[in-house]
């Protein structure tokens, strides 16, 4: 019985300290009452209400202006100039004895202009703007990277639902047949043809039984509190799950076949880091462009007025003048540029070995979870068997026991067994799709388990066009 306990703590603990439970902590929407829910539903609900896709979007945006940041150097700028100087005093310039006067007292001078710069060529600006198209390719990556993530802790807690639900059936016809049990020893007791002792035996297995289906019912409730607070729903909605695990059984086998076809061409970490080598690529670029001359033009138009005593501005006496100034900028030597050159190749050389290491771990983890996929299989047909052989012994110890060849420890026993294969049997299951859920997810694949089952896969939330 306390192994029982055990098995059914464990799905309670484990909603309750999941990290998926604390990052999406107070999300609320507008949904109440009773939500019937599927894999599919529970995804398009937590992409659409989660806040940290908003983030992630958001910061795809911020992107978007800094890549028309970058283009919009390009373009002609133009800005307009005026000041006025207002002579109190003019100097005097003091020659061979004699003082003369170097303008008027009291009189002011106007100037206004326009100017018009473009850039003719610069290969700066040109570098710049590929770097923030890599950018923004790679704040895109990001977003798909947290739907990826989002999408894994949906479904390993809509499976840990399912499992928590499985387990409550199985605790509860456990208990039904404690009760039964109870009931017809309790009949046998009354005509003598048991003792107290089996009588109170059974009493007891009943009485043990109900506390554990009490904190099985609550593991269910702690795993939809757990999907409701991912999909972003108020904490009064129920959810209503039809689902069994065992009806994923034959996508296992289907999927097992595919497992040695993976690879991490599409993993996100991967795809970030090979964004990150082109930053770096072009980063070098940017630095290198700073060596190469560049070629501008500025037109200038200017009108001033001089001497002028009062303020009547339509009496005063304009001057205009115009120019057109072709600039050719060649550096020379700058310190600087050539060490932030031989920074970024110094990064670039870091970041290889980086993305070595990290496709190491990644291997080792897809190994892992393969691993772990078919251990799981095996254990789900060996728990299969055992719940038919445990249920046949059961109804062995029952009979034995009606006839009075069998004892009470015997009849418990053979209970505890069908429990104990049952449990067994829903947790290798929910173990396997939570690694083919963590598999998924490294290998960069979309909502496997919505396409397996039939479902639409999500792709307007979840894909990006990469420009």
């Avoid at 150097?73 to 310039?93: D, F, H, K, R």
């Avoid at 991967?270 to 070098?284: A, P, T």
């Avoid at 997810?441 to 039939?454: E, L, Q, S, Y």
Wanted: charged fraction near 20%; proline fraction near 2%; charge should be neutral.
């Amino acid at each position: 019985m306390k192994h029982l306990l055990s098995k059914v703590s464990l799905v309670a603990v484990a909603s309750l300290f999941s990290p998926c439970f604390v990052e999406a902590q107070g999300i609320t929407n507008d949904y109440d009452g009773v939500l019937e829910l599927s894999l599919r539903d529970a995804a398009e609900i937590a992409l659409a209400e989660n806040p940290t896709i908003v983030v992630a979007d958001k910061q795809v945006e911020l992107k978007k202006i800094s890549q028309k940041e970058a283009w919009q150097n390009l373009l002609p700028q133009l800005s307009l100039s005026g000041n006025v100087n207002y002579t109190i005093q003019a100097a005097e310039l003091a020659l061979g004895g004699q003082k003369f006067k170097m303008g008027s007292d009291n009189v002011s001078a106007w100037t206004g202009a326009a100017q018009l710069s473009l850039p003719i060529f610069a290969p700066t600006v040109y570098a710049t703007m590929k770097l923030s198209d890599i950018d923004l390719k790679n704040a895109v990556e990001q977003s798909r990277e947290s739907r990826l993530d989002l999408l894994n802790q949906v479904e390993k807690a809509y499976f840990q639902l399912i499992l928590a639900q499985d387990s409550y059936k199985a605790l509860q016809q456990s208990l039904e047949q404690a009760e039964n049990n109870f009931k017809n020893i309790s009949a046998m007791y009354r005509v003598g043809s048991t003792s107290e002792f089996d009588m109170l035996t059974a009493e007891v297995q009943v009485r043990n039984m109900k506390p554990t289906v009490v904190q099985a019912q609550n593991a269910v409730e702690i795993a939809k509190l757990q999907l409701k607070v991912l999909m972003g729903v108020t904490a009064n909605v129920d959810l209503l799950v039809n689902e069994t695990l065992d009806e994923y059984e034959s996508m296992m086998y289907d999927a097992q076949f595919s497992l040695g076809s993976v690879s991490l061409e599409n993993n996100s970490s991967m795809r970030q880091l090979r964004n990150s080598e082109d930053m770096l690529r072009q980063s070098i670029k940017v630095q290198s462009s700073m060596f190469a001359p560049s070629l501008s033009l500025a037109a200038t138009y200017q009108t001033q007025s001089m001497q002028n005593a009062d303020l009547n501005l339509a009496q005063y006496q304009w001057s205009n003048s115009s120019s057109l100034v072709f600039s050719l900028s060649i550096p020379i030597y700058k310190a600087s540029n050539f060490t932030k050159l031989k920074s970024a190749k110094l990064q670039l050389n870091q970041l290889g070995y980086t993305k070595t290491n990290t496709e190491r771990q990644l291997v080792m983890q897809i190994r892992t979870y393969q691993n772990n996929i078919k251990a799981s299989l095996e254990r789900v047909e060996s728990a299969k068997q055992a719940i038919v052989q445990s249920e046949k012994g059961r109804q062995i110890a029952e009979t034995r026991y009606n006839s009075g060849t069998g004892t009470i420890i015997e009849l418990n026993s053979s209970e505890l067994s069908v429990i104990e294969s049952k449990l067994s049997y829903s947790q290798s299951i929910f173990d396997c799709l939570s690694s083919m859920a963590d598999l998924n997810k490294v290998v960069g694949n979309d909502g496997a388990f919505i396409t397996t089952k039939g479902r639409e896969k999500v792709n307007q939330n979840i894909q990006f066009e990469n420009k």
